[in-house]
């Protein structure tokens, strides 16, 4: 069973920054691609950005140049680091972890870290 565990959230001031950590408990964490989504009250689950093993990190329009996502394959950890925030950016920030293995394509959740950030 993966467990993925986030943790950084909290509150900040608009232009302030925060980084995310999700911790996956994998045993073959590179096979996996790793993403952060967002869901603000009110609004549809919403993705980042993304990273796997061998590639560069994908974004989503509205955090490019701000947000960066990173990945230690040794600590089997993904981080959101996120900067000049902006009161759009508050949301349920959820780590996502998938894999195309034996039992086909799977898909992974964390339990979700608040982000809020003050205008």
């Known amino acids: 069973q993966v467990q993925l565990v986030e943790s950084g959230g909290g509150l900040v001031q608009a232009g302030g920054s925060l980084r995310l950590s999700c911790a996956a408990s994998v045993a073959d964490f590179t096979s996996y691609n790793m993403a952060w989504h967002r869901q603000a009250p009110g609004k549809k689950r919403e993705l980042v950005g993304s990273i796997t093993s061998g590639g560069p990190p994908n974004y989503a329009d509205s955090v490019k140049g701000r947000f960066t996502i990173s990945r230690d394959n040794v600590k089997n950890t993904v981080y959101l680091q996120m900067n000049s925030l902006m009161p759009e950016d508050t949301a349920v920030y959820y780590c996502?972890?998938?894999?195309?293995?034996?039992?086909?394509?799977?898909?992974?959740w964390g339990q979700g870290t608040q982000v809020t950030v003050s205008s």
């Open positions: 996502e972890a998938d894999v195309i293995g034996i039992k086909g394509f799977q898909v992974y």
